[in-house]
């Protein structure tokens, strides 16, 4: 293997000029995840990056050991320089092919190279539109995300049809000749016509 299966890069970008669109009035804010503001939303892009860039390169530790759902994610003062810098380091992370070979960790959870991959590629796109909804921002990502992203819950809803058929929540079913990008929000338990209440 000489070439990574997907470069990460231009989804992380998306996530940072979102993250650079996001006013101190937001912070507050609601967004589609459930009891998650956009401060706390902002955390777990944080956290997750952190933990997947360890993940990537087999680094494990409590980055990686430690459960999404362990506590509410928050930010410091630092985030708009931080958040940057560890996506930054996501991407140039899984660029190295042997990320995507053997196994890793990630949130506590054992399994191979590629489906971590695949995760963070998913966790990027949708919570890409988690920000943007919640602020009120444009939002297209990276096609090679999104086509990743749609490939791993698609390939969770069919696994785990007989309990609703999501692993974020019950997927809210979306026409098959929608829009790739909501498909993929409906898949992961998000109504696409979310909007922040006036």
């Not at 990686?64 to 985030?79: C, E, F, L, Q, S």
């Not at 190279?113 to 920000?131: P, S």
């Not at 999501?166 to 409906?186: M, Q, S, T």
């Amino acid at each position: 293997m000489t070439e990574p299966i997907l470069d990460l890069g231009p989804q992380t970008r998306i996530v940072v000029r979102l993250a650079q669109g996001v006013g101190e009035e937001h912070l507050a804010a609601p967004t589609p995840c459930p009891d998650l503001a956009t401060r706390h939303l902002l955390g777990h892009l944080l956290g997750l990056s952190a933990a997947f860039r360890d993940a990537a390169r087999k680094n494990l530790g409590p980055t990686t050991d430690t459960r999404p759902n362990a506590t509410v994610p928050d930010v410091g003062p630092g985030w708009r320089e931080e958040l940057p810098r560890v996506l930054d380091d996501l991407a140039e992370a899984w660029r190295d092919p042997a990320a995507w070979t053997g196994t890793t960790r990630a949130g506590g959870v054992d399994l191979p190279g590629g489906v971590a991959g695949a995760v963070v590629a998913d966790e990027l796109v949708v919570h890409g539109w988690d920000l943007a909804r919640a602020t009120g921002q444009a939002y297209e990502p990276d096609p090679a995300a999104l086509r990743a992203a749609h490939g791993f819950l698609r390939a969770a809803a069919d696994q785990n049809a007989g309990q609703g058929g999501g692993i974020f929540g019950p997927v809210v079913p979306v026409p098959e000749d929608a829009p790739l990008l909501d498909r993929v929000v409906g898949l992961s338990g998000r109504d696409p016509h979310w909007r922040p209440r006036p």
